[in-house]
């Protein structure tokens, strides 16, 4: 069976919820991590969902941004904990753009102890994206997509399941209309939605380059997906979120509505 465990659904930084982070699990059970979420917290999400750290080799990294990227420090201390034990074996491959990797050098050089640099070193390999650049990460032929991000370099993807069905994840930004094509008539999208369409004068979702749910579903409903997962959301309101965020996407999407909370399974 394939799936999306959800470990963070926030969007910057969030209180009741942790920051956006997923793991894609294939049919084999094999495991690709999708953005760290911001900190310490995805040890105890991976934790709390029994998945074995010890099984993770292949980490996608969507952009620099605190939020998606500052869980990759603590997550790789702990790897070099267990590589150091002998409770880690084999290559840990992180799929970025190049700053990313200049990014989490200087930090480990600046706070890691000698020995974990060491083996920061000698085994994890960085794989850098380009648009349309295709990597085999667990069997599934990955290709990267530049979502256009007006911030910062950011990439998302899309890729074909064991079952044949087509996923994209697109970051944290509004689908570019230079990327419709690519994702036109896909069976799932993963996509950011930052509020309600009500709350956009006082969250300003676009002056963050972000969507409004209604944003959202208008787009993807033209592009005839036929599976919407929400995430990257504010957390205020949090218990009412799925049953308000699900309905405003109904309105305007005819096909599958996901919102999920941390620690949400989705069967793909």
Not at 53 to 79: A, V
Request: glycine share 6%; proline share 1%; net charge negative.
């Amino acid at each position: 069976m394939e799936k999306i465990i959800v470990l963070g659904t926030g969007a910057g930084i969030t209180i009741s919820c942790y920051s956006l982070s997923a793991v894609l699990e294939n049919s084999k059970g094999e495991y690709l991590l999708i953005d760290t979420g911001s900190g310490n917290q995805i040890l105890n999400q991976l934790k709390a969902k029994k998945l074995d750290i010890s099984k993770i080799h292949d980490i996608f990294i969507s952009h620099r941004h605190l939020d998606h990227l500052w869980g990759i420090i603590p997550l790789l201390r702990y790897i070099m904990q267990q590589y150091k034990k002998g409770e880690y074996e084999g290559i840990l491959n992180i799929y970025c753009e190049e700053e990313i990797k200049r990014i989490v050098d200087i930090f480990i050089k600046e706070i890691f102890h000698k020995n974990h640099e060491d083996f920061y070193k000698e085994i994890v390999k960085y794989h850098f994206c380009e648009d349309g650049k295709k990597f085999n990460i667990i069997g599934y032929e990955i290709e990267a997509v530049n979502t256009e991000s007006i911030e910062c370099t950011q990439y998302g993807f899309k890729t074909t399941l064991n079952s044949g069905k087509t996923l994209a994840f697109l970051g944290d930004v509004p689908c570019s209309k230079n990327v419709y094509s690519r994702i036109e008539d896909l069976d799932w999208v993963l996509h950011e939605a930052m509020c309600l369409e009500e709350q956009k004068d006082r969250i300003q979702p676009h002056e963050k380059n972000h969507s409004t749910v209604k944003d959202v579903a208008v787009v993807m409903n033209k592009l005839n997906i036929k599976n919407l997962l929400l995430w990257h959301c504010i957390d205020n309101n949090i218990e009412m979120r799925k049953e308000l965020f699900t309905k405003e996407a109904k309105e305007y999407f005819s096909g599958n509505v996901y919102v999920p909370n941390d620690l949400d399974e989705i069967e793909l």
